[in-house]
């Protein structure tokens, strides 16, 4: 199976920072990498798919970049609702193998 | 609008067998896969397989492949997700979600709100 895995676990950011969260798979996955949004008590939301491009409603200050084994999720300048915990999930060759998530906490 | 509705919390006991089911809407049931992924408590997602709703073709990942079903019913437009022998390694939140697109490689759109299984003596 394919590994995902994500870094940092965590990160403190402030209101208006720059976050960024790296996905690496252990065997490419060309752009099969989708980035999804959870916050406590909810469902995942899908901010990302195809590496890059934003799901429909979503903020643009999310951005999405890789290909590959490398992928980065970027949150150009990060906003209340933006603490949460994110997770990378690749969706090639048959396996949906999510990363151990990313929590984004208030510095 | 696509809504997946799932059935309610439930307390099982070690051994038992839970089955878990996602009520569909709003959209062709039999045209999008739908997969189950279940999360621990403080924990992160775990995909446990896949169902394709138009011919109930079934891919479970290796950990779960001995004691998970997922079925269909085309009729009620609804999917299941029966998990057998549980210990309280399996007390989780699971969900049902739908592929975003009608192919076999994309993540999903849209998410059923979880149904919290307990399992304790």
């Known amino acids: 199976d394919i590994q995902m895995t994500q870094s940092p676990s965590t990160l403190s950011a402030s209101v208006g920072d720059r976050v960024t969260i790296t996905c690496r798979a252990s065997?490419?996955?060309?752009?099969?990498l989708a980035w999804y949004q959870q916050t406590p008590g909810r469902a995942p939301k899908l901010l990302i798919y195809?590496?890059?491009i934003l799901e429909s409603g979503v903020p643009s200050r999310f951005s999405g970049s890789g290909s590959g084994t490398e992928f980065t999720l970027t949150i150009s300048s990060l906003q209340p609702d933006d603490f949460a915990t994110y997770y990378c999930?690749?969706?090639?060759?048959?396996?949906?193998?999510f990363g151990q998530g990313t929590k984004v906490e208030i510095k | 609008q696509v809504q997946l509705v799932q059935s309610g919390a439930e307390v099982k006991k070690p051994g038992a067998s839970v089955k878990v089911s996602c009520k569909t809407s709003?959209?062709?049931?039999?045209?999008?896969?739908m997969h189950w992924v279940r999360q621990a408590p403080g924990q992160g997602l775990e995909w446990m397989g896949i169902?394709?709703?138009?011919?109930?073709?079934?891919r479970y990942a290796e950990k779960f492949q001995d004691r998970v079903t997922m079925t269909r019913d085309t009729s009620t437009s609804t999917v299941y997700m029966e998990l057998s022998r549980l210990t309280s390694d399996d007390s989780a939140v699971y969900y049902c979600?739908?592929?975003?697109?009608?192919?076999?490689?994309?993540?999903?759109?849209?998410w059923g709100q979880g149904t919290l299984i307990t399992v304790s003596s």
């Open positions: 999930q690749q969706y090639n060759k048959y396996s949906w193998m």
């Open positions: 065997q490419s996955i060309t752009n099969s």
């Open positions: 195809k590496a890059s």
């Open positions: 709003g959209y062709a049931f039999t045209s999008f896969y």
């Open positions: 169902i394709t709703t138009s011919g109930g073709d079934t």
């Open positions: 979600a739908r592929a975003r697109q009608v192919a076999t490689s994309t993540p999903y759109g849209y």
